[in-house]
Structure formats: C-alpha cells, structure tokens
C-alpha cells in the first residue's frame, strides 16, 4: 500500500509538473480529467503539491479547494490504513 501511494503521488506531481510545461508552450495538454482521476485513485498530496509548486490550475475554484479537500480525506484513509 505504501508503495502504491508513493507511486501514484509522484505520477500525479510529475503530471502537474508536464501539463504547465505543456501550457507554457502552446502544446497539447494533459485533460484535467486525467489529473483528477489521478488525485482521486490516492494521488491528491501529489497533485496538491504539484499544482503549489509549479503555480498550476491555481485559479480554478474546483482544484483549490477540491485537491486539500481530498488530500485530508485520502490522509484519514491513509491513517486507518496503517493502524
């Protein structure tokens, strides 16, 4: 399980981190379906840290407060898990 949330954290990152190069540069962008499918399957620290550090989808109401939103449940999932 762990291995899984490191994984799919740092793909989501990572997918944050390409979709704003991707804008910066006129190209064809990652679907914000694909990046909260991503947030969704155990992937929201990542998305939220990503969207923090490359200043990406920071105005969009929906990730602003969906992504911390679903960072704390999937953190309270997390936690039972682990007990």
């Known amino acids: 399980m762990i291995q ?8 989501a990152f990572f997918a944050m ?5 991707k804008a910066r540069r006129h190209r064809f962008r ?9 947030a969704w399957v155990g992937g929201a ?3 939220m840290a990503g969207m923090y550090t490359f200043r990406h989808k920071t105005r969009h109401r929906g990730f602003r407060y969906g992504l911390p ?15």
């Open 30 to 38: 990652i679907a914000e379906r694909t990046l909260w499918l991503l």
């Open 69 to 83: 939103l679903l960072a704390a449940a999937e953190f309270i999932v997390y936690w039972q898990w682990i007990e």
């Open 45 to 47: 620290f990542g998305a």
């Open 4 to 11: 899984y949330a490191i994984a799919v954290n740092l793909l």
């Open 17 to 21: 981190g390409l979709d704003k190069y």
